[in-house]
């Protein structure tokens, strides 16, 4: 494969994953309120969500399920409703007292991580969008007289970026000044966090492709 084409593919996907989104917007919310730890373990989810995709892309099976109508209907009905429902948890964490909000965090423990774990797979995986992303990147950079490498250094950089990203979102907003900005900002934040959750799953919902 030549190095300009898979550049194209990486470039593609390191913008596409940076841009401001559900799952980045997540991370940092998390990474400001919870600390790095928790933030990770949200980023390892959404990577785990993105590998899901990209293995079904490089095998053919994602584009299958593109093909039926109905199989994308319930993906877009789960991940809008499971959008909204994450809305509504910013918005009520908004609405908390400050005191409140740190004691409703701390006593959560160990099991926090598996839930923001598993937060981060269902975002991804309920994101009808990350399906065409990956058919999309598998098929810019995968061609009929691409060498046999090609797919696994595509699935593979490209996921390895999505950690860097993810991994460096959680990274940065963790740091101590990021969460003293959001300890005087946490009502406005975690309501930003609630408009973005509620704008995606509604425009999920209401989506027709």
Not at 110 to 119: D, E, H, I, K
Not at 157 to 165: K, R
Not at 183 to 196: D, F, K, N, P, Q
Request: glycine share 12%; charged share 10%; aromatic share 8%.
């Amino acid at each position: 494969m030549a190095v300009s084409q898979i550049a194209l593919v990486y470039g593609t996907y390191l913008i596409a994953t940076a841009s401001p989104g559900p799952s980045n917007m997540a991370i940092m919310g998390t990474a400001m309120r919870d600390g790095r730890r928790p933030a990770l373990a949200l980023a390892a989810g959404v990577v785990t969500g993105s590998l899901f995709w990209a293995i079904l892309a490089a095998t053919g099976v994602s584009a299958v399920l593109t093909a039926y109508a109905q199989a994308l209907v319930v993906l877009k009905i789960a991940g809008g409703l499971y959008l909204l429902y994450l809305a509504f948890r910013a918005g009520r964490s908004a609405m908390r007292p400050g005191a409140d909000a740190v004691k409703n965090s701390a006593e959560r423990g160990a099991s926090r991580y598996r839930t923001l774990y598993r937060q981060g797979v269902l975002m991804h995986i309920g994101n009808p969008k990350a399906i065409m992303s990956w058919i999309a990147i598998i098929s810019l950079g995968v061609r009929q007289d691409a060498p046999a490498g090609g797919l696994p250094a595509i699935v593979g950089g490209c996921v390895c970026l999505g950690i860097l990203v993810f991994g460096g979102y959680a990274i940065v907003f963790s740091t101590a000044s990021m969460i003293a900005l959001y300890a005087r900002l946490r009502r406005w934040i975690e309501g930003l966090l609630s408009a973005v959750f509620a704008a995606a799953g509604l425009k999920l919902l209401a989506s027709q492709n």
